[in-house]
């Protein structure tokens, strides 16, 4: 099992950056496909970025490829997202995720490990 906690959103202007992070308790971080999600008021969750074991693959939502990097440190337990070029859109609490398959997924209902989730608001 894995413990999942989201940290470094806030509030932020439109066109401005923030970097997420997800630090992960247990040894076996390394053995998990990592995802993150976004939930915006009165709206589904809905897929992010997704990236592999080892980082060697990773797989993006279209309204934020190109905006949006995913990536990962196993010795430090974490995965990352950095968020440039936001915008009011993008507001909504952000969700990481883990999973054993071992394709990046783009699913929720494939990850098994969600962490409380952090809130991003940017403004206009």
């Known amino acids: 099992q894995v413990q999942l906690v989201e940290s470094g959103g806030g509030l932020v202007q439109a066109g401005g950056s923030l970097r997420l992070s997800c630090a992960a308790s247990?040894?076996?971080?390394?053995?998990?496909?990592m995802g993150w999600f976004r939930q915006a008021p009165g709206k589904e969750r809905e897929f992010a970025a997704s990236?592999?074991?080892?980082?060697?693959?990773?797989i993006y939502a279209d309204s934020v490829k190109g905006r949006f990097t995913i990536s990962r440190d196993n010795a430090k337990n974490t995965v990352y997202l950095q968020m440039n070029s936001l915008k009011p859109e993008d507001t909504a609490v952000y969700y990481c995720a883990a999973t054993r398959l071992v394709l990046v997924q783009r699913v929720a209902g494939q990850y098994d490990y969600w962490g409380q989730g952090t809130q991003v608001t940017v403004s206009s």
């Open positions: 247990g040894r076996t971080f390394s053995s998990y496909t």
């Open positions: 990236i592999s074991r080892s980082a060697g693959s990773t």
